[in-house]
């Protein structure tokens, strides 16, 4: 699918929906696309990454397999 085409289908679909969340998630998408900025973590934000790194680091992280298995386990199926 060529650039145009693309563009016109977005167009036409977001000349259909009524979704203004959609709306404003396509709306950010494009903005920060063409604003180049560099996302800034807090520092809350910046702690639970770095906790998350050295848990993965000490090989506390589950595989696809036993994280599906857990997931299934709390819906109770």
């Known amino acids: 699918m060529t650039s145009i085409e693309l563009k016109k289908k977005l167009i036409g679909k977001i000349n259909q929906t009524h979704n203004n969340e959609i709306l ?15 996302y800034e973590l807090s520092d809350e934000q910046r702690k639970a990454v770095e906790e998350a790194q050295q848990q993965f680091k000490n ?19």
């Open 24 to 38: 404003e998630e396509m709306y950010r998408l494009i903005e920060n696309e063409e604003t180049d900025s560099i």
């Open 59 to 77: 090989g506390q992280f589950l595989n696809s397999e036993q994280a599906d298995k857990e997931i299934e386990e709390w819906l109770g199926n």
